[in-house]
């Protein structure tokens, strides 16, 4: 399979497609949001976006509870919600390395030049791109280089922006920590408004 090969989400051969992703993105938001916000604006966007109890952290959960956290977010913090999903992005990062990244390999990336960093960590997040990009399809090119594609997810609405921006934080931090310091990941703004895959590139210094 190549590097650009589209990574889409495990079901059940025949079962209907319903996308599940990792608890921590919606976990780390509503931290942020209970501490930049306080709790009863958190509590007042858990509301809209349906989320009545808060996943445990110990099991998958519907990609729809992010999506629509992070639209209902952008609607009642229409600025601060960039800010909310930056920081929420890095934490998740952390979360990932400190728990789901084996202690041995956290200390062989840290040690390898960024070169050979990089395309051994594009590698293990391609092959775990299903526990983020939920119904989405991750498309590397090569270790600096990747799309997010949502044509194919069937969402009612597209997601907002700062869901965009949420991924270009969580790369950001794992590189930084992982491959060099000097790592920004950055999404590249596209064509069209509302266009359903978006580009991003990882640059040093």
């Given at each position: 399979?190549?590097?650009?090969?589209?990574?889409?989400?495990?079901?059940?051969?025949?079962?209907?497609?319903?996308?599940?992703?990792?608890?921590?993105?919606?976990?780390?938001?509503?931290?942020?949001?209970?501490?930049?916000?306080?709790?009863?604006?958190?509590?007042?966007?858990?509301?809209?976006?349906?989320?009545?109890?808060?996943?445990?952290?110990?099991?998958?959960?519907?990609?729809?509870?992010?999506?629509?956290?992070?639209?209902?977010?952008?609607?009642?913090?229409?600025?601060?919600?960039?800010?909310?999903?930056?920081?929420?992005?890095?934490?998740?990062?952390?979360?990932?390395?400190?728990?789901?990244?084996?202690?041995?390999?956290?200390?062989?990336?840290?040690?390898?030049?960024?070169?050979?960093?990089?395309?051994?960590?594009?590698?293990?997040?391609?092959?775990?791109?299903?526990t983020?990009?939920?119904?989405?399809?991750?498309?590397?090119?090569?270790?600096?280089?990747?799309?997010?594609?949502?044509?194919?997810?069937?969402?009612?609405?597209?997601?907002?922006?700062?869901?965009?921006?949420?991924y270009?934080?969580?790369?950001?931090?794992l590189?930084?920590?992982?491959?060099?310091?000097?790592?920004?990941?950055?999404?590249?703004?596209?064509?069209?408004?509302?266009?359903?895959?978006?580009?991003?590139?990882?640059?040093?210094?």
């Amino acid at each position: 399979m190549s590097s650009e090969a589209r990574i889409l989400p495990r079901r059940r051969p025949g079962a209907p497609q319903r996308a599940l992703i990792g608890p921590n993105a919606v976990l780390q938001a509503v931290r942020v949001m209970e501490e930049r916000l306080g709790r009863a604006a958190t509590r007042a966007v858990l509301v809209d976006a349906q989320i009545h109890v808060l996943p445990t952290g110990e099991h998958m959960i519907p990609e729809v509870q992010a999506l629509r956290l992070h639209r209902w977010l952008a609607l009642h913090e229409p600025l601060g919600c960039f800010t909310i999903a930056e920081e929420a992005g890095a934490r998740t990062a952390d979360y990932i390395i400190a728990t789901r990244i084996p202690k041995a390999a956290v200390w062989l990336l840290r040690r390898l030049p960024a070169l050979l960093a990089a395309p051994v960590l594009m590698a293990a997040i391609r092959k775990h791109a299903w526990t983020f990009v939920g119904a989405g399809a991750f498309l590397p090119q090569g270790a600096w280089r990747f799309t997010i594609d949502r044509s194919e997810a069937h969402d009612t609405m597209m997601p907002p922006d700062s869901l965009f921006l949420w991924y270009a934080a969580v790369f950001t931090r794992l590189y930084c920590e992982l491959v060099s310091r000097d790592c920004t990941c950055r999404m590249i703004e596209p064509d069209a408004p509302c266009e359903p895959s978006r580009s991003y590139r990882i640059d040093r210094g």
